[in-house]
C-alpha cells in the first residue's frame, strides 16, 4: 500500500487528492510562519528571549492560518475537525 493511502486510511478522508491538498495546507502554514518570522526578528532585535516568545506566541497564529489555508483549500471541515481534535487534547483535563 503506498504513502499517500496509508495516509488516506490514518486521516480518514475519502480521496488521494484529499491527502495531497492536506498536504500542502500543512506545508503553506508552516512555510508562512516561516516567513512571517523573518519579518518580526529584525523588528524585536537578536535576544535570547525572541524564540521563547515566538513559540509561544505563534501556536494561535499557526492555527489561525492552518484553518485559513484549510478552507481556501476545500479542506475546512477536516480541518475544523482537526483543530477540535487537538485544543481538546492540550486541554484535556487529568481524571483521578
Known amino acids: 500500500m503506498g504513502f499517500l493511502k496509508k495516509l488516506q486510511e490514518?486521516?480518514?478522508v475519502d480521496s488521494t487528492l484529499q491527502v495531497v491538498l492536506i498536504l500542502v495546507v500543512f506545508a503553506l502554514t508552516g512555510s508562512t510562519v516561516v516567513y512571517i518570522k523573518k519579518f518580526?526578528?529584525?523588528m524585536m532585535g537578536d535576544h535570547w528571549w525572541f524564540d521563547l516568545v515566538y513559540y509561544v506566541a505563534i501556536l494561535p497564529i499557526?492555527?489561525?492560518i492552518l484553518l485559513i489555508y484549510g478552507f481556501i483549500f476545500g479542506?475546512?471541515?477536516y480541518f475544523w475537525e482537526f483543530e477540535?481534535?487537538?485544543f481538546r487534547r492540550?486541554?484535556?483535563r487529568k481524571q483521578s
Open 10 to 12: 490514518r486521516w480518514k
Open 40 to 42: 518580526i526578528q529584525p
Open 62 to 64: 499557526y492555527n489561525l
Open 75 to 77: 479542506q475546512g471541515k
Open 84 to 86: 477540535k481534535r487537538f
Open 90 to 92: 492540550i486541554f484535556r
